[in-house]
């Protein structure tokens, strides 16, 4: 009988079972952020999926880490697709980076362990289950999913196969950020009772007129299982966030790293506030429709409030999270800086702390790291599903304008069918999960 060859992903799982007294613990510790050149045979590949700029930033981190061979890269839009081909090829002093239009024919290959998406938030939930079927690996940016039934999805599937998953949240990787949840974890704050969270206003836009889809840009796949409308500029690309058929505008795009870090600084990465009520400004006209203004609170259910402001609040900072107990507080915004209410709460704060806010790298670095260990990321799907139901439950709670109580196990909301109804929604065909 013939000897089944061993796949990489095979390799890779035994390679773990070697190595897994090695694993770094997900949560608070320091992250690995560089890592000795690897031997061709013992690299990891990588298929990029998106390389808007986010997708750019990811990838040009990826191509530090000498352990790691991308060899492919895939996107509708053919100059993303190509400047990011000669990206990768100029890393590596080559032309072997190949390119794709179509994600299916990447996911294919068997010679790619990982991938990165980092496509529009309405994609997020079908690529990464597909990545998941096809034995990939994968670093997928916020918000997990577009609604709270993808979430689950995605969630149950990353379980099911055993998938190493990293959610883009990297502020979890970011030495001042993981200081003010250890702070909250450790007590010196007193009991928690307010986990502020710090977002932008939306934008809005005015009406635009269809125009003709330009040469090179597959549009019907950029808008797979979201409705069909009118192609314009507006419409794609960065500005995708700020409407609901592709995104959620600032509470996902921005409250999926705040939501997420406020979660963890409360121990509740595995549930979530019960209560929600809130209000908002929504654009009177024109393209987007994402919220302008808005502010909520959720509440969990021993009372600790989650409020999420917009830029509307006199004084506040920039982007970021306050985490505020009955002995205490501490606050770190994305520049970097901590602040807090008490000369020994700052005095704990190190030099690397200090030097805030390392973007990207030590995020990407636990994901190489865990795909080799079979550990944990630091940003697993169960946790990135949870904090991202926490953003979208602020959001359906002021479309519809109204108080929700949600039910954290059942994951449903209580005696509301209508806002039962908006945890999913309808896929183009043939799309679906």
Known sequence: MAMKRMSRRDVLHR??????????????????????????????????IGLGGQGMHNLKNFLTCEDLRVLAVCD????????AKQTVDAAYGNQDCAGYNDFREMLARDDIDTVLIATPDHWHAILAIEAAKAGKDMYCEKP??????????????????????????????????????????????????????????????????????????????????????????????????WLYDYSGGQLTDLGAHFNDLAQWANGTQYSGPTEYEGWAEFPKEGLFNTPVRFGVV?????????????????????????????????????????????????????GAQQGGYEYMMGHHRNFLDCVRTRAKTIAPAEVAHRSTTTCHIANICLRLGRKLTWDVERERFVNDPGADRMMARAMRS???L
């Open 15 to 48: 390679a773990a079972a070697c190595a897994a007294t090695v694993a770094l613990p997900p949560m608070i510790h320091g992250l690995r952020t560089t890592r000795a050149a690897a031997a061709p045979s013992e690299r990891l590949t990588m298929g990029a």
């Open 76 to 83: 509708v839009d053919a100059n993303h697709r190509q400047r």
């Open 144 to 241: 997990i999913s577009l609604t709270i039934a993808e979430g689950r999805a995605v969630a149950d599937t990353m379980q099911r196969y055993g998938t190493v998953y990293q959610s883009g949240t990297q502020r979890r990787s970011n030495a001042c950020f993981r200081f003010a949840v250890e702070i909250a974890q450790s007590g010196l704050l007193g009991r928690l009772r307010e986990l502020h969270c710090y977002l932008h206003n939306g934008p809005t836009c005015p009406p635009q007129k269809p125009v003709p889809v330009p040469n090179g840009f597959d549009y019907d796949l950029w808008l797979g299982p979201a409705p069909y409308e009118p192609y314009t500029p507006m419409r794609c690309h960065g500005n995708f966030r």
């Open 298 to 350: 959720a509440t969990y259910p021993d009372g600790v409030k989650m409020i999420i402001h917009d830029e509307t609040e006199p004084g506040r900072g920039p982007l970021g999270n306050k985490f505020v107990g009955t002995e205490g507080w501490i606050s770190v915004d994305n520049t970097g800086k901590v602040t807090a209410s008490s000369d020994e709460i700052l005095r704990r704060l190190s």
């Open 430 to 432: 043939p799309w679906r």
